[in-house]
């Protein structure tokens, strides 16, 4: 079959089993846009902004733990992937990223929308490529959805020149294996690294688990909760390991880190055995490395090898997928009850318990942890949740348990505001049946706003949702408490985002107390299609517990108790 | 110098493709990790290249450095020499002044207890040429340096473990090219 370039990127994503790809055409991709007419199976997204592309194809991927894919034209079009690229790259989420370049004989001559995209993208993919022949890029496209999907997942790059789209050649698909020489990401652990972990965690008196992203990403959640379970072994997660364990397991303890859970950081420090899975120590859980955990010994089981002793140093050290790994552990774990370490950690979450905001606060304010806390309540606790970065995605993170995996994205790595409302376009996408909220704060918003005439064309259901207190709050947070309240730059003018969702035909509804935020979310639930909730929150408000960044991890800046302000 | 303590020799094994030398400096850039040098030369296999990198371990563990490595796709093999029996050259090219009898003698005498030799001599300038490890490198660049050194390049050091085959070559690249028979064989 004589195929065009263009043709045979069509006929490769339709064997990778895609059927949605973000995007925006442009000059040097054209031929692609133009082969998508013949390939009606695979629907083309129009994105507002190429960031957004990214976004969506990410949001798409952590949904559906498949590959999402984004497509843009050269130059300008490319370089705006970066920031999702970037996004993608920090949290290991697959996706493929698909690019025009300027036809070879061109290349190196500044010519028109022109950018050496390759050379741009390497610290922020896995792996990319620069198409010069078209008889590599079937195998090319082949081998980016295998190394995006397999091993520690990441977004790959590939960068097709104009003049291979338009080329033809007799086209046979490579269904040969992929062969990567340098390529073997480990899977099993040897036996003496499996009974030195074993030993450790039968001999434990304090023993937690931090469980991160790679529990979802390996599926072992079944395995997480036997070990847990078996040896009554608390849990405690990390902000992408939200949904490895459901958060109302009585093991549970909840998020780790800088705006974690109290009990969770005390228990760490606490413990006398880490078992870290599927997690990689960054700097927002661990706080001060020096003081970090020191009482405890460490097992650290990732699918990366290059993550083992990077930050903390452990005792045993796993590189291996951490379903096999944890299959190989579990069968002489032997059953405990650790009943005096279970109920000190209970202690501590009394005590949490006692400094919530939820039950203590007096004011008339609508609070962001109140909207999220209901938004919870009223979604049953089971929307997919899709968080931008902020005060909010803490207060999210805090305020909405989640029970099952991947119902909770968040740009966790590299904080990238703007993420949460695109990628939740892209998760909708992948789960049409299940309810997606956008949580987003007032400021990311902004960043991604024009997604809503996305949103709009595709009808796509997602129900944003607008924590709106008129500052950038985390920063405004830091500059309270580590710049003597002068607040440079965050106070925030919005535009009136009810007027906004008009402007694009979706509809909108405005909070401004908590009695209507339940009549908020069934007019949410009422339209198919997107819809836009302010919720008008204190302006002011603080998160709490906040481990100062590089402070010890048991040295957090707590919300005083009732009667004690 | 690689054998004192903070620095390591890694040798690592690539595919022999446009970018990746790119891809192993953005690495060891992007890390923050400190090179000494670093040198790339095809092997006896031509879709297989070779690269000696010394780098500075101060303030990283080489274990760190070898993953991180062996985590580009188009890296093969990584292994760290430094601790290993392995054989280290650096060579260089060095010209220096000889524009009147003494230099000429004290050139000839230094070379001469040096494993290096005078590959070119002209009136005023005379090259001399040093492959050996490179600590006798810079023993010799500091003994010429008072006669008057005007140019100076080193290559960086190669290295090849000792014994055994330590790195793995065996592996034969894709050929994307569809052949005639292929065709057949897709029944095209």
């Known amino acids: 079959m004589l195929l065009s370039g263009s043709e045979i990127v069509m006929e490769c994503l339709l064997r990778e089993g895609v059927d949605v790809i973000f995007g925006y055409p442009g000059g040097a991709i054209l031929p692609t846009y133009d082969a998508m007419t013949r390939y009606p199976q695979i629907h083309h997204v129009l994105v507002r902004h190429e960031q957004g592309a990214t976004h969506m194809a990410d949001g798409y991927a952590r949904a559906t733990g498949r590959v999402g894919v984004c497509i843009a034209t050269s130059g300008p ?12 790259m920090m949290d290991s989420v697959p996706i493929v990223a698909i690019t025009g370049q300027v036809p070879r004989a061109a290349i190196g001559t500044d010519a028109f929308q022109e950018t050496d995209v390759t050379g741009v993208t390497i610290p922020v993919t896995k792996h990319n490529y620069l198409v010069s022949d078209i008889h590599e890029l079937a195998y090319c ?122 009990a969770s950081n005390h228990a760490i420090q606490e413990a006398d055995l880490i078992i870290a899975l599927g997690m990689r120590f960054d700097d927002r859980v661990t706080g001060n490395l020096k003081t970090y955990a020191v009482n405890a010994k460490k097992i650290h089981i990732d699918i ?58 007096d004011g008339d304010k609508l609070l962001a942890a109140q909207v999220i806390n209901d938004l919870w309540r009223y979604t049953d606790g089971e929307a997919v949740t899709v968080t931008d970065v902020g005060q909010h995605q803490m207060i999210e993170a805090q305020y909405y348990p989640h ?67 008129g500052f950038l709050g985390m920063v405004r947070q830091w500059q309270e408490f580590f710049y003597e309240e002068r607040y440079q730059s965050t106070p925030m003018l919005s535009p009136d985002f009810c007027k906004l969702a008009e402007a694009f035909g979706m509809p909108s509804m405005r909070v401004t107390e908590r009695s209507q935020i339940e009549e908020a979310v069934n007019f949410a639930n009422s339209y198919e299609g997107p819809v836009l909730i302010e919720f008008v929150v204190e302006k002011e408000e603080v998160v709490y517990p906040m481990v100062p960044a590089g402070a010890d991890l048991d040295k957090m800046i707590r919300r005083p108790k009732k009667g004690e302000q | ?97 000889t524009d009147d009898v003494d230099s000429r003698n004290t050139v000839t005498e230094v070379c ?44 960086g050091v190669v290295a090849m473990g000792r014994g055994v085959r330590i790195l793995d070559t065996d592996y034969e690249p894709v050929n994307h090219h569809v052949t005639a028979s292929d065709l057949e064989r897709y029944g095209v």
């Open chain 1, 77 to 88: 079009g490319a370089t705006n992937l970066v920031t999702g690229l970037a996004t993608a």
């Open chain 1, 403 to 469: 029970r099952r995996p991947a119902t909770m994205l968040t740009s966790g790595g590299l904080g990238t505001m703007g993420f949460g409302f695109p990628a939740a376009i892209g998760a909708k996408f992948g789960r049409p049946d299940e309810p997606v909220w956008a949580i987003v704060g007032d400021g990311g918003f902004q960043m991604t706003m024009c997604e809503m005439a996305t949103a709009m064309q595709e009808n796509v259901g997602v129900k944003i949702a607008i924590i709106n207190n």
């Open chain 2, 112 to 155: 001469e207890r040096y494993p290096a030799r005078i590959v070119d001599i002209g009136t005023k300038y005379a090259i001399i040429e040093i492959a050996a490890q490179e600590d006798l490198v810079e023993h010799l660049i500091d003994e010429l340096r008072p006669i008057g050194i005007v140019e100076l390049v080193r290559t």
């Open chain 2, 1 to 97: 110098m690689p054998n004192s303590i903070s620095k390591q020799v890694v040798v690592a094994l690539v595919e022999n493709k446009p970018g990746v030398l790119n891809r192993v400096a953005s690495m060891f850039r992007r890390r923050n990790y400190n090179v000494d040098s670093l040198t790339v030369g095809r092997t006896h296999k031509g879709h297989v290249s070779r690269m000696t990198i010394v780098v500075d371990v101060a303030r990283t563990d080489v274990k760190q450095i070898v993953a991180n490595l062996y985590k580009l796709v188009n890296v093969i093999d990584v292994k760290a020499l430094t601790g290993e029996p392995h054989i280290s050259r650096d060579l260089a090219l060095i010209k220096v002044r």
């Open chain 1, 141 to 262: 496209i082949k081998e980016a959805f295998f190394i995006a999907r397999t091993g520690r997942p990441g977004p790959v790059l590939i960068d097709i020149p104009k003049d291979v789209q338009n080329e033809k050649i007799e086209f046979v698909y490579p269904e040969e294996e992929i062969r990567l020489p340098g390529y073997r990401p480990p899977t099993a652990a040897n036996e003496s690294d499996v009974f030195a972990a074993r030993d450790l965690i039968n001999q434990a008196k304090r023993p937690i688990i931090l469980a991160g992203h790679g529990i979802m990403m390996s599926g072992a959640v079944q395995e997480l909760r036997e070990l847990s379970e078996r040896a009554q072994i608390p849990v405690t997660l990390t902000l992408l390991g939200k949904g490895a364990m459901p958060e109302d397991h009585p093991l549970c303890v909840g998020m780790m880190g800088m705006h974690g859970n109290a």
């Open chain 1, 304 to 361: 990366d090898p290059s993550e083992l002793n990077k930050n903390v140093k452990v005792d045993v050290g796993i590189g291996g997928d951490l379903q096999t790994v944890l299959k190989q552990i579990l069968p002489g774990v032997e059953g405990n009850t650790h009943q005096e370490w279970v109920n000190q950690i209970r202690d501590w979450q009394e005590d949490s318990n006692e400094r919530d905001i939820l039950y203590n606060y």
